[in-house]
């Protein structure tokens, strides 16, 4: 009966990001956005939609990284507008959105810093939904179980990085570990706990979080082709809440080429279609194109049930696949390379 | 002053410019503002637009004036209003107020980078100088050797034992006061515990150079051992922005150190207050001009939208435009258009032609102050369809007098009236204050209907005698009453009495003006006047109906429907009379034929009027001496049968004729030969007068008028009319019954403020304690003040208006107004007149 209160609760943030939703660019802005000459002319269709003149106040000339900042600054107000004004278990449910972003930030901060990277360049690229106070000391810890002990115990990701410990040292190969670990541990755990409020909640963000899931492990395996990754190492990395695990995952671990994970993926319906249309060639679409897509559908889908957090994930989701789209769009606009400005993911 | 029976007469009109003069026309009929351009380019990207340059540039000077009135508000300067209405400069001059700005705004930043860096200087030099003085206390308490070594003992006894001397370093810094916790944790974690960490808080706050807040922050002190700790430690400030400040070790370096501080302090406020005074004076120059440079911007922008919705003719190097404009003001139209080529220097005049359309124009009142409250009322509920008959100037007079009928009472009209009068006094300055209250807003808006809300209020008082629930005894009640005072004097219950017309009226002349202040102090006074206000409350409504129903043959009229006089009014009005006319008449009949002596006897109104559309007469052989079934007049059987019979027969004609005319008239119109149906487009040529094409859309009906585009669907219109017919005639009986809370609300009224006055200001006045009474009386009247104003007034008052618009809404208007027009809206710059600012925008 979780949805005869539920409005008392989040009935208002619900509404609003159901509003939120109303002003994500429709197709019809895409095609005019690809008809831009400059990027002026881009900032001038945008003003007519929802974003307003949230570029009003930049001086000429705009460059793509400003549209971007500026794009990234109206998702970050709006979702801390909804992580201010939420309850319990919204609350907690949020701040589960923020997790990946900072797993995210952590990683470019190691990777920054073993680079020998000024540590101020790198936070100013650091998503502003992922960043945490015990961020910018990151780059004093060498090994992992250093940055565990100095920086990330008091963090929420705390309970995460303890399967990283016992890696030996950071470099490339381990931070991509630490990466995949960490994910691997933060999709099981937002499941779980997706899986605990139960009712509508579970059934749609299950579904996401499974998608989520199974992409990191097809993805993973892709592209530990040609590293020193061993399979052992790398059946430990594949999240274990997707519709593939157990059987799926266990093949993929065998897994030696492409093809043999394109087998995989024939068991799949859902997989079957996505890897059937992906191609290199000129004019297909990538598989990332392509799993995007499916996020995108899955994303709008959850927006038919009523009562459920899903809608909040697949907010900030689709968001930021409009967010890429712009960039996209706004990078081929700059470079006068139009050939591929249609290769953005339409959403609605 | 335009009509105020129907919208203006309209006319699209086609405008060719002069490319050259199109800018200083568009200007000259923006500050007319009775021109309402069509979008002919709603197809073209906003980018691919004509002018699309021009309006960027007004935007990059939007965003320097705003940046301009920022700073200026951030120094808190006001803005002056002195009303001034600069004309939109030429596009010339756009180039002088670019550089204007541009000049503006760079001397500002400049300022500001130049404030920014000395007071970043600044803020470094007054941080230093607090780490000194703060580490003088610290090393002072204890002298140096001291704190160290008990930092040392901290540090390092367990592990190494005491005997060991190691050299400690430290480093100090700066850093805000709510990171010093986890900074603080962070250290320890990161170091296991290896330094020592003391703070202490600045007591003074810090300006934060870049924005300008002021903000706590704390010194420390970090003592540590050994180069790998260092590195550890400058790290750790590093990622919590600590500023780190050299500070030398023995206290006469510090103390020397301090003096050089202190005396460049003192030399950079001098320059700081310079640069201040230097930036004051950029700003106040600046503050005069802003408000002109944004509506001249605004304006610019304006125009330059408008003649983006232009299309552009190559060949003859103008462009067109197209809109909509009264007839009545074509001629000011030239005469700006003129001006216009004039300030241009433009030699080829522009041409404005009114062209022929099958577009419904826009609907457009020209209001005064008085009546566009009351065209707003009308407006709420549609906005009425091109030229069709307007509510409004009946609306004046019918609304505050039906919102009075349920809120009659002198002395809350009074109030009512007053609050209203002051309002209408006071406009001139009320409306300069711009206030952002919507309620207040709203009140202010109606202004002139709660005026006159207050004293149709006092009229109606007047009528029910009735003042706070109170009546006046000005001429002398007509009444005598038989009671002897032993029947006064009797116990308490029959302090009211009741009134009975057989003994007690003076036969003669009766109360000269509304009811008989007697009534108040009788028992059955609830009987009398609910009587009374009941068949008042039907007299006025189907009063009401009849003439909204009248009022549809203006319209019938003005559209040349002549077969809806026949087919749709007449049926309408037989229907209506037939029915709710006659009650009206035996209301009246029963009131003027039976007197007192015989009113116990008379026929119920009721019965009557059921009876009649049962058909049930009583057998006149049965009659008795007192029957309530009788009838009240001879042949009234015969009377009654036909009028029933006539609108029985009025549903028909109403539901039929009109669908099955159009259809001949179609079919007649399809049938004749092509040639004659060619000469009569020729002679279309010239513009004939607009209201004729019109009709194609008014109401429901879908008549064609010659062209052949139009679809003709007969069962469409078969269900409309149907859907009208059947509207109608339920709605005679429900909206009848409607009327009735006209009286049911003032019953209310009445009701409640003689609650109040009994139950709350009587109790005060008929307590018997000599001079205290007079305390008790003045917190009592203050309940009853309040009670009066927040209840009866407010709350009554809004509910009795609600009522009001549902009865003009509903009742009355859905007897002849379709409201399906869109509304006038001219390019005009008022509106930028009263941006207050741009500062929504951050």
């Known amino acids: 009966m979780p949805e005869l209160s539920f409005n008392i609760d989040h009935g208002y943030l619900e509404g609003l990001v159901r509003g939120f939703k109303c002003g994500v660019l429709k197709q019809a802005d895409y095609l005019n956005l690809v008809q831009c000459e400059t990027l002026e002319d881009l900032k001038l269709h945008l003003q007519s939609t929802d974003y307003g ?156 979080l499974a998608f989520e899931a199974d992409r990191r492990a097809f993805i993973i395996t892709i592209n530990s082709f040609g590293t020193e990754l061993s399979k052992e190492d790398r059946e430990k990395l594949y999240p274990r809440c997707g519709n593939l695990y157990p059987d799926g995952l266990s093949k993929l671990s065998q897994a030696e080429d492409y093809d043999q994970v394109r087998q995989v993926a024939e068991y799949y319906a859902s997989y079957r279609e996505l890897f059937e249309g992906a191609g290199t060639n000129p004019g297909d679409k990538t598989l990332e194109d392509k799993f995007f897509e499916h996020e995108v559908k899955l994303m709008k889908q959850s927006f038919m049930h009523q009562f459920q957090f899903g809608v909040f994930y697949s907010y900030v989701k689709l968001k930021e696949q409009e967010c890429r789209n712009i960039i996209w769009i706004g990078e081929c606009v700059a470079q006068r390379h139009r050939a591929k400005i249609d290769s953005y993911i339409p959403i609605f | ?55 960027r540039r007004c935007e990059e000077m939007e965003r320097k004036l705003r940046y301009i009135e920022k700073e200026i508000k951030k120094d808190e300067l006001k803005i002056p209003d002195f009303g001034e209405n600069p004309k ?59 704190i160290v070594g008990e930092a040392q003992h901290a540090l390092v006894i367990e592990e190494s034992g005491p005997a060991q001397a190691v050299q400690l370093g430290f480093i100090a810094g700066v850093i805000p006061r709510e990171k010093v916790p986890p900074f603080e944790r962070m250290l320890w ?6 330094v020592f960490l003391r703070y202490e808080e600045i007591q003074q706050p810090l300006e934060d150079p870049h924005t300008g807040e002021a903000k706590h922050k704390a010194v420390f002190m970090i003592f540590f051992q050994g180069e790998q700790l260092k590195a550890r430690v400058k790290k750790i400030c590093e990622g919590f922005r600590a500023a780190l400040y050299p500070c030398p070790e023995s206290t006469q370096e510090r103390q020397e150190m301090l003096r050089g501080v202190t005396t460049r302090l003192e030399d950079l406020k001098m320059v700081l207050n310079q640069t201040e005074d230097h930036r004051r004076r950029v700003l106040v120059g600046a503050q005069k001009e802003i408000r002109n440079w944004i509506i001249k911007v605004e304006k610019i922008k304006a125009i330059y939208h408008t003649l983006n919705m232009f299309s552009f003719d ?58 566009q409250g009351f065209q707003n009322i009308v407006d709420a509920y549609g906005v009425a369809t091109y030229q069709e008959v307007n509510p409004m100037p009946y609306t004046i007079i019918t609304f505050p007098f039906l919102f009075s009928v349920m809120f009659g009472d002198a002395g809350h009209g009074t109030l009512m009236f007053l609050f209203g009068l002051w309002m209408v006094i006071k406009e001139k300055s009320l409306l300069s ?18 005026m006159l809300m207050g004293l149709f209020s006092i009229y109606t008082g007047m009528i029910y005698n009735d003042a706070f629930s109170k009546s006046f005894n000005i001429f002398g009640s007509a009444w005598h009453s038989t009671y002897t005072d032993g029947d006064l004097q009797g116990d308490g219950e029959t302090a009211t009495l009741v009134l ?93 034929v039976f007197d007192v002596t015989e009113s116990g006897c008379a026929p119920a109104l009721l019965i009557q009027y059921i009876n009649m559309f049962m058909f049930k007469y009583e057998d006149a052989s049965e009659k008795t001496d007192c029957d309530v079934q009788a009838t009240f007049y001879e042949n009234q059987q015969t009377i009654q049968t036909i009028f029933v019979i006539m609108a029985v027969l009025s549903v028909p004609v109403l539901l039929l004729v009109k669908p099955f005319y159009l259809r001949s008239l179609h079919n007649a119109k399809t049938h004749p030969p092509k040639v004659e149906k060619d000469t009569s487009k020729s002679v279309n040529g010239k513009s004939k007068p607009v209201g004729e094409d019109v009709k194609v859309s008014y109401g429901h009906a879908l008549i064609n008028h010659g062209e052949d585009e139009e679809e003709f669907e007969f069962s469409e219109i078969f269900i409309e009319q149907a859907i009208h017919t059947i509207e109608f005639c339920l709605g005679c009986i429900s909206h009848t ?95 930028i007149l009263d941006i207050d600012s741009l500062q929504e925008i951050k």
Request: charged residues 20%.
């Open chain 2, 88 to 146: 939109a400069p030429a596009p010339k001059e756009m180039v002088d107020l670019e550089a204007q700005f541009e000049k503006n705004e760079s001397e500002l930043r400049e300022v500001n980078t130049n404030a920014e860096a000395l007071k970043r200087n600044f803020l470094e030099l007054t941080e230093l100088r607090e780490v000194l003085k703060k580490t003088q206390t610290f090393f002072s308490v204890v002298n140096l050797p001291n």
């Open chain 2, 737 to 831: 019954a409607s009327y009735l809370r006209l009286w049911a609300l003032s019953l209310a009224h009445a009701q409640l403020s003689e609650v109040l006055w009994t139950m709350v200001l009587h109790i005060g006045l008929s307590m018997d304690m000599q001079y205290l009474g007079g305390l008790i009386i003045f917190v009592v009247w203050m309940f009853w003040a309040n009670l009066t104003i927040a209840v009866l007034l407010v709350m009554e008052g809004l509910s009795a208006f609600l009522h009001t618009l549902r009865l003009h809404w509903v009742e009355f208007q859905s007897k002849f107004y379709s409201g399906n027009g869109y509304l006038f809206q001219p390019f005009g710059f008022k509106h």
């Open chain 2, 433 to 450: 204050q711009k206030s952002n209250n919507e309620i207040w807003n709203t009140f202010f808006g109606g202004r002139y209907i709660i």
């Open chain 1, 53 to 208: 003149n949230f570029l009003a106040n930049e001086p000429s000339p705009l460059t793509v990284s400003v549209i971007d900042d500026k794009m990234r600054e109206k998702l970050v107000v709006e979702f801390q507008h909804l992580r201010n004004h939420c309850l319990e278990p919204l609350a907690t449910f949020l701040d589960y959105i923020t997790y990946s972003y900072m797993i995210d930030n952590i990683i470019l901060l190691i990777t920054g810093t073993l680079h020998q990277r000024p540590i101020n360049e790198l936070i100013s690229k650091c998503h502003p939904l992922g960043s945490f106070e015990q961020m910018e000391a990151i780059h004093i810890a060498s090994t992992p179980a250093e940055l565990y002990n100095a920086v990330l115990v008091d963090t929420p990701l705390a309970p995460y990085f303890i399967d990283c410990i016992s890696e030996q040292d950071l470099d490339e190969m381990n931070i991509e570990i630490i990466r995949n670990t960490l994910y691997k541990a933060y999709l099981e755990d937002f499941y779980n706990f997706c899986k605990n409020l139960g009712g509508a909640t579970a059934e749609v963000m299950c579904e996401a």
């Open chain 2, 189 to 194: 974690f990161a170091c296991r515990g290896n």
């Open chain 2, 1 to 55: 002053m335009g009509s105020l029976f129907r919208s203006e007469e309209m006319t699209l009109c086609q405008l060719f410019l002069q490319t050259e003069a199109s800018y200083a026309c568009v200007s000259e009929l923006g500050e007319l503002g009775i021109f309402q351009f069509k979008d002919l380019n709603q197809n073209v990207n906003a980018f691919q637009k004509k002018f699309v340059n021009e309006v």
């Open chain 2, 314 to 371: 190559i060949s003859h190097n103008s462009l067109i435009a197209e809109g909509w404009c009264p007839v009545q003001s074509l001629e000011e139209v030239r005469r700006v258009l003129k001006e216009g080529e004039k300030l241009s220097g433009s030699t080829i005049p522009s041409i404005l032609h009114p062209l022929k359309t099958k577009e419904v124009p826009p609907t457009f009142f020209k209001t005064s102050r008085f009546t």
């Open chain 2, 500 to 592: 009975d017309p057989g003994p007690f009226y003076r036969n003669g002349t009766p109360y000269p003006f509304g009811i008989d202040p007697i009534w108040q102090s009788a028992k059955n006074k609830i009987t009398f006047l609910n009587s009374f206000k009941m068949k008042m409350a039907v007299i006025l409504g189907i009063s009401q109906m009849v003439f909204g129903v009248c009022l549809s043959i203006f319209n019938h009229l003005h559209f040349k429907m002549i077969v809806c006089l026949f087919c749709e009014f007449l049926p309408e009005l037989i229907f209506l009379l037939a029915l709710f006319g006659y009650l009206i008449f035996m209301v009246y009949y029963k009131w003027l």
